[in-house]
């Protein structure tokens, strides 16, 4: 069983971050911390030391794949990354396990089941 107690979630959508904070926050009761793109995300992971990071994958500027690849460079140990995105199609998601993360979720999330559903990645099942 994975213990999660702060989250980072990057995301350069601001209405994607409010949502997913107040139900990390108020459903999962998580400790969570923002970022709006990737340099912002591994700053924010270097301090913050998080449990678990949520990274979209389409970003401009740097990409969830380019990120996770610099987070990999400079943290360790490094957090289990579960990407957030609408591409799940089994070869991308295959392709994004490769780069190293735990796991997908497909946007657009439920608020209310995200925490669940992030627990069920770290459990074991890919994609959600």
Do not use: H
Request: overall charge negative; charged content about 25%.
């Amino acid at each position: 069983m994975v213990n999660i107690e702060k989250v980072l979630m990057v995301e350069d959508d601001a209405n994607i971050r409010l949502i997913a904070e107040i139900a990390l926050e108020g459903v999962g009761n998580w400790e969570v911390f923002l970022a709006d793109g990737g340099q912002a995300g591994i700053e924010t992971a270097l301090r913050e030391k998080p449990d678990l990071i949520l990274l979209d994958v389409m970003m401009p500027g740097m990409d969830g794949p380019t990120t996770l690849a610099r987070l990999k460079e400079c943290m360790n140990p490094m957090p289990p990354v579960i990407f957030l995105t609408a591409k799940v199609q089994s070869a991308e998601i295959a392709q994004y396990e490769d780069l190293g993360a735990a796991g997908v979720i497909r946007k657009p999330f439920d608020p209310i089941s995200l925490p669940d559903d992030i627990m069920a990645v770290l459990n074991g099942n890919k994609a959600q």
